[in-house]
């Protein structure tokens, strides 16, 4: 799974697995949205959950979890419009992941688009650390607005941001052994809502 995954369907079957089905011996594992790419490719993991932006390679089969426009979360009293543009954002200190991140590449490939340099001032692995962060100064951390959130920041869509972070489980396209689809298949269902 992502780093700091806290998506409830997915750690509701995580945490209930053992007494549901105590024959399967499920390992988890956390890593960056490439790093879980590669261990599919890999056939080092059975099934990962995972960001991307854009589209994802067609070596995956995949279950898309969210789809999601980047916003901007800053404390009150950041000067931004309703719905600030990149550039404007970029007036001030950026927070956003580690590249290797869907958010981020969501974030790189937005500005791509527009002809500006993506500015990351402080980059962390976990969106917890950069609300955290934004909580405390007047940076603005770039995430999705599922992300959970105090209620002391102001939360705003970016209008130009238009490369969407994707969350997904994915799997190879081969068909898989027995208790993988059974994992499979719960986390399937958990993550439908």
Do not use: N
Not at 108 to 130: H, M, N
């Amino acid at each position: 799974m992502i780093p700091g995954c806290t998506v409830p369907g997915f750690l509701d079957v995580v945490a209930r697995l053992g007494a549901s089905h105590p024959g399967i011996t499920l390992h988890l594992s956390e890593g960056s949205a490439s790093e879980l790419q590669h261990g599919i490719r890999q056939r080092t993991l059975d099934v990962a959950l995972t960001g991307y932006a854009g589209t994802l390679p067609a070596d995956f089969a995949q279950h898309l979890v969210t789809d999601e426009q980047l916003h901007a979360f800053a404390p009150p009293g950041t000067e931004l419009p309703k719905r600030p543009r990149l550039a404007q954002i970029q007036r001030h200190p950026v927070l956003c992941l580690a590249p290797g991140s869907g958010i981020r590449a969501a974030y790189d490939r937005s500005c791509a688009k527009l002809g500006l340099d993506a500015r990351v001032d402080i980059e962390a692995s976990s969106p917890l650390t950069l609300l955290g962060l934004a909580e405390r100064g007047g940076d603005i951390a770039i995430l999705p607005a599922s992300t959970s959130t105090a209620d002391s920041l102001v939360v705003t869509p970016i209008s130009d941001a238009t490369v969407h972070a994707r969350l997904a489980l994915i799997m190879p396209h081969e068909r898989a052994a027995p208790a993988v689809r059974i994992v499979t298949d719960k986390l399937t269902a958990a993550l439908a809502g």
